[in-house]
């Protein structure tokens, strides 16, 4: 459908008016020009209405963010991502991640060119040290599709990295805490085996840290008496690794 008439319809004119407009539109492109007409003025009301709803509903579109990739080592980052799979914003949730999104622009580029300039910057690369566990976790509509250009890219195999998906209510009671919902996630995990275990104690922990009392408590060393099943109020925020 010509995208010009279908904006027309939300604009309110008089048919005929709007008749004219596209004429009018259609010339101007095809090189005519009607000088004088006594509807210039009513076409430039139109056109010009037309521009700003065009304009602010592309700008909306455009920075409405869809989809969410937490991306966690010791720093943790989050990309909000438009349905465009371009990263709207960025935000860190603790002084390394702060750190790093202060020397770098990750916002309007593909999720896979933000997270390719994280892992390739020389000072992201010193967390990605031997005992580091990398982590994304992914909140989508279609989160398989994600964490499938992420798995194919390499990174999964390069860097041992783990995937998880969550959703927006975890998002949520994650930020409450001043945490990643990735990070945020695998406190839950955790507190399914160690019912001791904070916040406060996990927001001084790395991932490397995090995953190796899950392991010791998953396979009997657990710290904190009986395993404590939760359910699963976060959807996918308990999710194993996809």
Do not use: W
């Not at 409405?64 to 937490?70: D, H």
């Not at 194919?152 to 959703?167: F, I, Q, R, V």
């Not at 919902?181 to 001084?204: A, N, P, S």
């Amino acid at each position: 459908m010509n995208p010009i008439r279908e904006s027309l319809k939300n604009i309110q004119a008089t048919e005929e008016l709007k008749q004219n407009t596209l004429q009018y539109l259609n010339e101007q492109r095809s090189g005519k020009r009607h000088v004088g007409t006594r509807f210039a003025p009513a076409y430039a009301l139109v056109i010009a209405g037309l521009v700003c709803l065009i304009g602010m509903g592309g700008h909306l579109v455009y920075s409405k963010p869809v989809s969410y990739i937490s991306i966690d080592v010791n720093p943790s980052v989050e990309l909000s991502l438009n349905c465009f799979g371009r990263v709207v914003s960025a935000e860190a949730y603790n002084d390394d991640g702060k750190g790093m999104l202060g020397q770098m622009s990750l916002k309007n580029v593909s999720y896979m060119q933000a997270i390719d300039r994280l892992l390739n910057d020389d000072k992201y690369i010193g967390y990605l040290k031997e005992d580091a566990v990398l982590v994304f976790t992914v909140i989508s509509e279609q989160p398989e599709k994600i964490l499938e250009e992420i798995h194919s890219s390499g990174l999964s195999e390069k860097y041992e990295a783990l995937t998880y998906t969550s959703d927006l209510s975890c998002r949520e009671e994650a930020h409450r805490h001043e945490m990643s919902f990735g990070k945020y996630r695998t406190y839950l995990e955790l507190l399914e085996y160690d019912e001791d275990v904070t916040i406060e104690d996990c927001h001084g922990m790395t991932m490397g840290e995090l995953r190796e009392r899950i392991d010791a408590c998953s396979h009997g060393g657990q710290s904190g008496g009986e395993k404590k099943h939760h359910g699963n109020a976060h959807g996918n925020a308990h999710g194993g690794v996809e």
